[in-house]
């Protein structure tokens, strides 16, 4: 409980400090510099992940599936995701406001390659050329989305504000067309002109509220077969889940920041444990452990 508050409290005081133009822009040239640094040390990338990158710098989303990006233990975390779907109840409580219902961290733990698929080189390696800078992996988040008319947090529009670079790598695990709760998105061009026009700074964004300055045809949704990958720069444009009304969404979020961000986020009950990390790590690589661990040296 303890930490929890302190979270909260550091997170305010980090939001609110970018609302300062002296420790904003000091702030800013501190990031930029250690972009520049880190410049010479980002990892050499294929030209169809460069293509990846390029759209998550000018779009805010890039779509690519499974079979394109070819990493290795891929055949392993979805037979272990295959595993776990039937697992998934489709309510754990009495709150009619719940709308998702995530793997618990157990679950995570008997299935880890699922986290572990996070970690793959060669997807960090996407992840550090868009972010610009050394990689933390907040973890992997398996979630039944379910079919109800709930609509608030992440259902509502919004911008990730853990990081400048936030990405997330969405995993679709059944079909999503229009009517079962797919990824939907703002591009970053428009997104930029919105922030200013709803003097946005963090929070969520009813529809109504966004529909008074642009029209929903600019709404894009991310539909797709089993095994759809969607990058997406959360922390660059405004972005929501659609309601599903035909049936439930299973996909799994992969979610990554440099490794000083913003706010410090403490997840819920998706998140794991110091304990359980450090069960996990046991099978990681020095490399794996510096993404996973990097809170260490952090505060």
């Given at each position: 409980?303890?930490?929890?508050?302190?979270?909260?409290?550091?997170?305010?005081?980090?939001?609110?400090?970018?609302?300062?133009?002296?420790?904003?822009?000091?702030?800013?040239?501190?990031?930029?510099?250690?972009?520049?640094?880190?410049?010479?040390?980002?990892?050499?990338?294929?030209?169809?992940?460069?293509?990846?990158?390029?759209?998550?710098?000018?779009?805010?989303?890039?779509?690519?599936?499974?079979?394109?990006?070819?990493?290795?233990?891929?055949?392993?975390?979805?037979?272990?995701?295959?595993?776990?779907?039937?697992?998934?109840?489709?309510?754990?409580?009495?709150?009619?406001?719940?709308?998702?219902?995530?793997?618990?961290?157990?679950?995570?733990?008997?299935?880890?390659?699922?986290?572990?698929?996070?970690?793959?080189?060669?997807?960090?390696?996407?992840?550090?050329?868009?972010?610009?800078?050394?990689?933390?992996?907040h973890g992997a988040y398996f979630r039944r989305d379910i079919v109800n008319k709930v609509q608030l947090k992440s259902r509502l529009w919004h911008i990730d504000p853990e990081d400048r670079k936030v990405l997330k790598v969405?995993?679709?695990?059944?079909?999503?067309?229009?009517?079962?709760?797919?990824?939907?998105?703002?591009?970053?061009?428009?997104?930029?002109?919105?922030?200013?026009?709803?003097?946005?700074?963090?929070?969520?964004?009813?529809?109504?509220?966004?529909?008074?300055?642009?029209?929903?045809?600019?709404?894009?949704?991310?539909?797709?077969?089993?095994?759809?990958?969607?990058?997406?720069?959360?922390?660059?444009?405004?972005?929501?889940?659609?309601?599903?009304?035909?049936?439930?969404?299973?996909?799994?979020?992969?979610?990554?920041?440099?490794?000083?961000?913003?706010?410090?986020?403490?997840?819920?009950?998706?998140?794991?444990?110091?304990?359980?990390?450090?069960?996990?790590?046991?099978?990681?690589?020095?490399q794996q452990k510096q993404c996973v661990f990097w809170k260490d040296n952090f505060w």
């Amino acid at each position: 409980m303890y930490k929890r508050i302190v979270y909260k409290v550091r997170n305010e005081v980090s939001l609110n400090t970018r609302q300062v133009p002296f420790l904003c822009n000091q702030a800013e040239t501190n990031y930029r510099e250690a972009r520049k640094q880190h410049s010479n040390n980002l990892p050499i990338i294929s030209e169809y992940e460069l293509d990846l990158v390029e759209k998550l710098r000018t779009e805010g989303v890039a779509i690519t599936s499974l079979e394109a990006l070819s990493i290795p233990s891929t055949e392993q975390m979805l037979d272990a995701a295959k595993s776990l779907m039937p697992k998934i109840p489709r309510s754990i409580s009495e709150n009619k406001n719940e709308f998702v219902i995530h793997a618990t961290p157990q679950q995570i733990l008997e299935h880890q390659e699922i986290f572990i698929w996070g970690l793959e080189q060669r997807l960090v390696n996407i992840v550090e050329n868009y972010i610009g800078l050394p990689v933390a992996y907040h973890g992997a988040y398996f979630r039944r989305d379910i079919v109800n008319k709930v609509q608030l947090k992440s259902r509502l529009w919004h911008i990730d504000p853990e990081d400048r670079k936030v990405l997330k790598v969405v995993i679709y695990l059944n079909d999503v067309d229009e009517n079962n709760g797919p990824f939907e998105y703002i591009p970053q061009s428009l997104t930029s002109k919105l922030v200013s026009s709803l003097k946005y700074t963090h929070g969520y964004v009813q529809d109504k509220t966004m529909e008074k300055v642009i029209s929903p045809s600019h709404f894009k949704s991310c539909t797709g077969i089993p095994g759809t990958v969607i990058l997406a720069a959360t922390g660059s444009i405004f972005h929501r889940g659609k309601i599903p009304v035909s049936s439930d969404r299973y996909a799994i979020f992969f979610d990554y920041t440099s490794r000083k961000p913003i706010v410090h986020n403490h997840y819920g009950a998706s998140f794991l444990s110091n304990e359980d990390l450090q069960l996990l790590g046991k099978s990681l690589s020095s490399q794996q452990k510096q993404c996973v661990f990097w809170k260490d040296n952090f505060w």
